[in-house]
């Protein structure tokens, strides 16, 4: 059985889908814990009405300090695989020293395109019709000490349509997000994927 920690700073959207396949007994997994950056962040009222446990961890205004704690905190939690769900800040040494290989992250494009420092949310997918592609999709890769950087797992294409905005682009891919990492999680819970491959 998986055992996932989770970190978001907002909605969680990948949390509550991955809970709901728990729940459903479709994903063989535990969630041990969900922790935010941000106390008042939807994710975390949606894992206490869960009845799941919850730890908030700032990371300003000392961010080596909140990298410790946060280490400290999944392995407190006996967290085998770290899922971030919406999470936007960089994860620290202490943290990928403690669970190198295990940090899984979801990204809204095609990676190793339209990736790095200062792309995420709607800015990804203006760069994608600006770049004129004519397909985009969603990555889950391997989280190391760069954006974005880490080895891609799985990922799922979305055409890129005639008249699309960034927002209705936007809209598309956080819609197949959720359930791309639910799919991904199965096939690691069924040994159809093994992760130490693209570490």
């Not at 063989?28 to 908030?56: D, H, K, Y």
């Not at 200062?118 to 600006?130: A, D, I, K, S, T």
């Amino acid at each position: 059985m998986l055992r996932l920690g989770f970190l978001a700073s907002g909605n969680g959207s990948s949390l509550r889908a991955i809970v709901a396949a728990i729940d459903a007994g479709t994903l063989e997994a535990e969630a041990r814990v969900v922790i935010s950056n941000r106390p008042r962040a939807p994710a975390l009222a949606f894992a206490r009405a869960r009845g799941l446990s919850t730890r908030v961890i700032p990371t300003l205004p000392d961010p080596d300090r909140a990298d410790a704690r946060l280490a400290v905190a999944l392995g407190d939690a006996g967290v085998d695989l770290v899922i971030l769900s919406g999470y936007l800040r960089k994860i620290g040494p202490r943290t990928l020293g403690a669970f190198g290989g295990r940090i899984l992250n979801v990204h809204p494009a095609l990676l190793p395109s339209h990736g790095g420092k200062g792309c995420y949310g709607r800015r990804v997918h203006e760069l994608v019709l600006r770049a004129g592609d004519s397909v985009t999709g969603a990555t889950i890769h391997l989280v190391d000490g760069a954006y974005d950087h880490g080895a891609p797992i799985a990922r799922v294409e979305i055409p890129v349509l005639e008249g699309d905005t960034a927002e209705s682009l936007e809209r598309r891919v956080m819609a197949a997000e959720p359930a791309l990492f639910v799919e991904t999680l199965q096939r690691l819970a069924q040994g159809r994927l093994d992760i130490s491959n693209f570490r």
